[in-house]
DNA sequence: TTTTATATACTGAACGTTCGTTTTGTATTC
DNA sequence: GAATACAAAACGAACGTTCAGTATATAAAA
């Protein structure tokens, strides 16, 4: 690679890099073209030229997003012998990621839309599906070498990420260090509440 | 009132309605003149007519959604004997309430912006503000009945802020009765999170 | 080694579309 | 006759994207 190309690399990044800034403070709508173009000091051809569209500038950043969590993850998971701590350290992973969680404001935009499903929605929706497997892999193991009692991980593992959802929601206005606290305590509340009693059975519909 | 102002009365209830389902279902800024227009079958003239702006429009909502809540919370608060029961009826009225929660995909877009604040955007802030009030009180009121044990209920009105706002999210495609149960499931996590062991000391940031 | 041609990276104006709002008008009720 | 309720076209602004162009680094030819 020249140096060209590898300026060229950089460009990309910091259009990256100022998209993401963007949208997670401002949602995916409200951020514009122009807002890009002003934080980067890039042209708007110069994003196309990186970029197919807005729409794929987001598609990027979102696999960005879980390739990254992944990595952290998977660097990070081996310091926990214990269920509990595993759940503490994926609550510390997603107070210290000042994206706080892949379905951040502007993911939202796309989730459950009811028109034709974009690429972007797509991608949300499988991540989605895949955080509530990890969760309820995550309980499962737990429940497997006796930290919980029996329980129907399925549902907890809803209400883990519904906990994890809402403190991203909520810990927008909060410092780091208050954000923190946010997140062990939800996890403090979640594992009291689910290493003694057992949900109970829900009615059928 | 005459005939003619009863008749514009619902034109203005038809155009809010209208404009609720499609906030509630494809946000703020999705959600265009244009899409009420098409929904309601009134002009985009009448619609200012009733309603100063879009803005406006979206303001008369979330203070009727307010109103709303605090009304059906008043006509059944006096059902619930404890705590504990308040908390299950307040999940089921939010899991009912096809708004589900003033904090929904539509007013996000508004919370926590770093614009200038706009009247929704204070208006919203002050009712997350209450909404939080409310949940710490009612959690005072069980520790002082003896309910649960002594605890810090400030974090713990924000912890199950964030439970009900990501219930909140996810609920979005979820039947009526799976709603039901998720909102009831979080209570019970959270209450059995709370009536044994309180929160660790927070340290100092 | 120097010159020329090519490819790539980037610019910013133009474009078509969509948006929220205003304006001008009509119909109907009081 | 006046006021109100409503309609829909027009308006100005903002948007995402394309396009015609320039600048520069690199490769190829002389």
Redesign the pocket.
């Given at each position: 690679m020249?140096?060209?190309?590898?300026?060229?690399?950089?460009?990309?990044k910091k259009i990256a890099e100022a998209a993401r800034a963007l949208f997670v403070q401002k949602g995916y709508?409200?951020?514009?073209?122009?807002?890009i173009v002003r934080t980067t000091?890039?042209?708007?051809?110069?994003?196309?030229?990186?970029f197919?569209?807005?729409?794929?500038?987001f598609l990027y950043l979102i696999e960005e997003w879980d390739r990254e969590w992944i990595l952290n993850w998977g660097q990070s998971v081996h310091l926990y012998k214990t269920t509990t701590d595993k759940l503490y350290g994926v609550a510390q992973q997603l107070a210290d990621d000042d994206l706080n969680h892949p379905l951040t404001k502007a993911a939202d935009e796309f989730f459950h839309q009811e028109e034709k499903t974009s690429e972007v929605e797509s991608r949300i929706a499988e991540m989605m599906a895949r955080h509530l497997e990890f969760n309820q892999k995550l309980l499962q193991e737990g429940i497997d070498c006796g930290e919980f009692g029996p329980n129907d991980t399925e549902r907890l593992a809803v209400i883990l990420e519904a906990l994890f959802f809402g403190a991203n929601q909520l810990s927008r206005s909060l410092s780091p260090h208050k954000t923190r606290v946010l997140y062990k305590d939800a996890i403090t509340v979640f594992l009291n509440g689910i290493t003694r009693n057992k949900l109970t059975e829900s009615e059928e519909e």
């Open positions: 020249n140096q060209k190309q590898l300026q060229s690399e950089q460009t990309k709508k409200a951020t514009s073209i122009e807002d000091g890039s042209s708007k051809g110069n994003i196309y030229y990186h197919k569209s807005k729409e794929g500038l």
